[in-house]
């Protein structure tokens, strides 16, 4: 299918995309390219096959949520730059 300039000026006006004539006239035949592409895929038989949103099952890839144990706060703070009172101290992200 071909599309002519009319088109694409339309489509341009809709989008709000200003273009030149040599860019209608590129996009013209490039828009007709992968619409032809489309028109492929409209010539495929596809009698009998159900519609679906996903052609693979789906099936959920996490892991349990199970408690472990941690490490202990001492030897998380002997790890940490900078410790202040127990806690973790970290530079100020927002003023």
Do not use: C, W
């Not at 341009?12 to 209608?24: G, H, I, M, N, P």
């Not at 006239?25 to 828009?31: I, N, V």
Request: without cysteine.
């Amino acid at each position: 299918m071909k599309l002519d300039r009319s088109v694409v000026t339309h489509m341009s006006k809709l989008a709000r995309v200003e273009l030149t004539d040599a860019e209608v006239e590129t996009f013209s035949e490039q828009l007709s390219e992968i619409i032809g592409h489309f028109d492929a895929l409209n010539a495929v038989d596809t009698e009998g096959v159900e519609p679906t949103a996903q052609p693979l099952p789906i099936r959920n890839v996490m892991v349990d949520d199970v408690s472990r144990p941690s490490l202990a706060q001492e030897d998380v703070l002997a790890l940490a730059p900078n410790t202040d009172d127990g806690y973790l101290r970290v530079r100020a992200v927002l003023e």
